[in-house]
């Protein structure tokens, strides 16, 4: 998803909007809580709830039966995508086609190793990047990660903990810890590009978000960044 860094939606900065959007998305907030937030009137929270709800950016929610409060909204799927888009300068198309090209390559490592707990089954592009535009702000990417049998018949929880006891670093819970193996390999597939947004195959199928398949396992077409683009 590409956001424009000039746009002001309901009175509010986008990085703004966007830094709601992030605090909210597994959560609810009521208008006191979007007034705190924007740190605005109580009445004014319930006009930018309006336009947030007409941009698809949240949704009214019902109550848990244990919440009191009246109104509460929830943040949509696009509340999520636009919560999870990037801010940063666009890129020419040659520089955004190379970015995707090192990261094909290093789905081809990752696949190659035999130490990570899972391997790369599918690559997706969406949004900007399968378009015609000049120009690319960021590189939506949807992936499919495969878990490989364990080694030597071990346990499958047990190797997954292992990968993570491996990698020295500590973590806060059980469920942490033995979704690392998981982690690792989106990491290594990003490898920090600021550029690059991962997201998960059934988002895709959830949103029905048009998108140009780059790459799939077992047969593994090469990515070629001078295909056609779509509209």
Not at 211 to 222: C, G, H
Request: aromatic share 8%; hydrophobic share 40%.
């Amino acid at each position: 998803m590409r956001l424009d860094r000039r746009e002001i939606i309901g009175g509010q900065p986008i990085k703004l909007v966007r830094k709601f959007l992030r605090t909210y998305r597994n959560g609810r907030a009521d208008p006191e809580a979007i007034a705190e937030f924007f740190e605005i009137k109580t009445e004014h929270a319930t006009s930018i709830a309006a336009i947030l709800i007409e941009r698809g950016l949240i949704e009214k929610a019902a109550p848990e039966s244990w919440d009191r409060r009246p109104v509460v909204y929830a943040v949509s799927d696009l509340g999520v995508r636009f919560a999870a888009a990037n801010l940063l300068k666009p890129i020419p198309r040659a520089k955004a086609d190379q970015i995707v090209t090192d990261l094909m390559a290093r789905v081809e490592t990752v696949n190659a190793r035999n130490d990570l707990t899972h391997f790369v089954g599918e690559v997706r592009a969406f949004g900007s990047y399968i378009t015609i535009s000049p120009d690319v702000a960021d590189i939506d990417l949807a992936i499919s990660l495969v878990p490989k049998p364990p080694p030597d018949s071990k346990d499958l929880v047990e190797w997954h903990l292992e990968r993570a006891d491996q990698s020295g670093r500590l973590f806060s819970s059980y469920l942490d810890q033995l979704c690392y193996s998981e982690v690792e390999v989106r990491r290594l597939v990003k490898d920090r590009n600021q550029y690059v947004s991962l997201h998960s195959i059934s988002e895709l199928e959830n949103l029905k978000i048009k998108s140009r398949l780059l790459y799939s396992s077992p047969d593994r077409p090469r990515y070629d960044p001078g295909r056609q683009r779509t509209r």
